[in-house]
């Protein structure tokens, strides 16, 4: 099999191949004189509003129960002490939602016994939930909150006891 340019589609090729690369060596530099159109009505990537700014605080039981979500606002809930930011899971988190018993409050034993009852909640006026009394499994299980948790919604703080200062 052999090249020749005496056929149409070889030529045509060849004619091709030549000027992507005349393209590719010198490419143009000329300044549009116009600008493009294409984005005429802005840039549809851009959300409407900036997320609203988070500090890294320290909570209390206290503190932490006025970010319940039953006022429309932001939702927080505690883990082993860590604070995060749920108000993107509002369906879950908020308050008609499976795991709304927990905003506001530290979830640690409810999550580490995959209990959703109210009984797991430790009032907000004692002494944090030490939860010494965990087996290694339950244990485990709420280190696997705190990974699936700190992967999929903002740290916010750290959960103390009342008398460490109020906010």
Known sequence: ????????????????????LQRI????????RTPPTEFKAGYSWMPRTHAP????????????????GLDGGRILLAIAGTVFDVTAGRGFYGPDGMYGNFAGRDA??????????????TPIDQPLDKLGDLTPEEIEN?????????NKYVVCGQLVENDAGEL
Do not use: C
């Open 1 to 20: 099999m052999s090249f020749s340019l005496s056929h149409p589609v070889n030529t045509a090729l060849l004619l091709y191949i030549l000027y992507l």
């Open 25 to 32: 060596i010198v490419p143009s530099t000329s300044i549009p």
């Open 53 to 68: 700014s988070l500090l890294y605080t320290t909570y209390t039981p206290r503190t932490l129960a006025k970010f319940s």
């Open 108 to 121: 640690s034993r409810g999550m580490a016994k995959q209990s959703f009852d109210s009984e797991m909640l």
């Open 142 to 150: 709420m280190k696997g909150w705190i990974e699936h948790f700190t």
